[in-house]
């Protein structure tokens, strides 16, 4: 079988679906912009958002050889991207959360196709697991610092921290927002704590990469306003990393109450509570297995 994968995440997380389906005889064929010709000729297409990848699909409607099956995230949803999708084209949405899927029923152009949803997979293999001492380095990791991932407030409940001891550290991955009042804003909270800030910029997302930069952090701070799961937070766990999430909307389909905070005074609480490495790796290898992902996958996109 022909599959084509549409991704202009360039398989950040499409990535394991292209080995999978190579593994099992399949030719996969790669695309970040938009071809007709994988629409025309393969059996399988998989769209990974709903950009202009499929928008120009459905748009130009060129004759498809097969079955399109598009997933949806909350980039996508939120920025009314479904809307761009004509009815009938796709043959199946895949759905990562159900808070997604729930905002997603105002888009009745997408009511012809059939839905499924699957929660994400992550190979906990590729995340050396490793038991340390309770240390004090937290890691905060976003493509963009903005306030939509709620960076300022990573920095608010990291002062609390440090200025009762200068021993703790806050490691930043991603790159600043562009923004006068909000460079502005970021530069005047950091100005009491910037000796325990490191940054990073954006790392490759590749597995030695983020292996090596988590192995001898501590804890994973997640303070977006929204997520559709956050993978950052799934690799951290698997690490062996204690997760600290903000409340979002949706979080309790996708995270126990336990690793979950609505207030900075309950962020701060979360830091003093037990470390428990094997719990965290646990969670993830029980309700995000790769395996199980791959299969339900295959279900749709194979069948």
Known sequence: MRIAIQDSWFEKFSCVLHKHWESLGHTVLFEPGFNPNLIETCDRVFFESADTNIHL?????????GKVILRIVDVDALVNGPAGVKSGYVDDIIYIAPHIQQFCQKFENLRTSREHLIR????????????????????FIATRL?????????????????????????????????????????????????????FYGNLPYTENTINDFLQDKDYVLLCSMK?????????AM???????????????AIWPEWMLYKTETEALALFDTPHEPDKYRQYIVDNYGLQRYLAEMDNVVLN
């Open 120 to 139: 994400m997979g992550v190979d906990t293999d590729r995340y050396a697991f490793r038991k340390k001492p309770q240390g004090k380095k937290i890691v």
């Open 146 to 198: 903005t306030p939509e991932k709620g960076y300022d407030k990573a920095l608010m409940i990291f002062q609390e921290l440090y200025k009762n001891d200068k021993s703790w550290e806050l490691h930043v991955v991603g790159r600043m927002f562009e923004n006068n009042a909000w460079q502005l804003h970021v530069e005047h909270a950091l100005k009491p704590i910037k000796d325990g800030v490191k």
């Open 57 to 65: 699909a459905t748009q130009q409607r060129p004759y498809k050889k």
């Open 227 to 235: 997520e559709a799961f956050s993978f950052a937070t799934a690799e």
């Open 238 to 252: 698997s690490k062996g990393l204690k997760p600290i999430v903000y409340a979002f909307n949706g979080c309790e």
